[in-house]
Each structure stands twice: as C-alpha cells, then as structure tokens.
C-alpha cells in the first residue's frame, strides 16, 4: 500500500459537449481534465459541425473554431481566453446559430476513474474502455476506493 501524504478535495475536469439550444446534447460529453485538449476538443465540434453545415452559420462555426486555434495568438485570442476563463473554474460557452458548443469546468468524482498509486494519480474517464492506468499499469479504481481522494 502507498503511504498518502497529500489527499485531494477533487480532481477538476472539462466537460465538452454540443447541443440544439434548449436540448440536453445528443451524446455523451467528451471527458477531459486537460485545459489544452478541453479547447481543442470544443475547437473540433465547431469546425466539424461548421463543415457539415453549408449556411452561414457553418461558415461562422468554421471561423470561430479557426480563432481557438490560432497559433499566434496574442493575449486577447479566444484560446487564450478561454484557457484563463477555465483555469479559473468559469464554462466557456460560444453560441452559433441554433446550437450551443461548451466546456463546463467540473469537479465531481463520479466523472472519473483514478489510478490507486499516489506516486501516480492519473485520472481518466469512466468511458475509457481500458481498465488498466497507462502511466504505470495499476488498474483504475472508482473515487470512493481512492486512497489519495479525500
């Protein structure tokens, strides 16, 4: 057994989904607790929707997307805002026509499911299919059988 020096009140994570407004989304939030990869993710949904709707909407979807991942990007772009926004535990919501593209900051254990070993503490969703912890091949464990989980 590992000895537990620090426990965690919870592990914050992203919720990044899509939906018709006024409708719960049509799958299963995407799980990540990667700031980059939360924007990313809501990036993608706005491109991919954006390309397979030709309106003017879908144009504006592909543009918006374009400005989260714009590489250069100064202080003011919508990916670096949106990282501060997140890191500081606010969602992050673009609207685009009748549809509704957003990250939910998160801080519910039921989300997750937790590498054991407090040397590693990986968390990944409870819909990844591999039971076994990439980092170091323990197997994953829900929140209550988390020794490191406060």
């Known amino acids: 057994m590992t000895q537990i020096i620090s426990p965690v009140r919870a592990v914050r994570h992203y919720h990044v989904c899509d939906s018709s407004l ?3 989304p049509e799958s299963d939030p995407y799980v990540t607790n990667d700031l980059d990869d939360a924007v990313e993710t809501l990036a993608s949904l706005l491109a991919d ?3 397979s709707n030709d309106t003017a909407d879908g144009a504006h979807a ?3 997307a374009a400005a989260y991942l714009a590489p250069d990007q100064e202080a003011s772009g919508k990916g670096y805002i949106a990282l501060n926004r997140l890191g500081c535990g606010h969602e992050v ?3 685009v026509g009748s549809r509704s593209f957003e990250i939910a900051v998160c801080d519910e254990h039921d989300c997750l499911r937790y590498c054991p070993d407090d040397r590693c503490r ?3 969703p409870v819909t ?3 039971p076994w912890c990439w980092c170091c091949g323990t ?3 829900p929140w209550d059988a988390c020794p490191w989980l406060d």
């Open 93 to 95: 919501c673009e609207i």
């Open 122 to 124: 990986t968390v990944t």
């Open 128 to 130: 990844d299919p591999d």
């Open 62 to 64: 592909a543009d918006v």
């Open 49 to 51: 929707w954006g390309e």
């Open 139 to 141: 197997r994953y464990v």
């Open 22 to 24: 006024g409708c719960l």
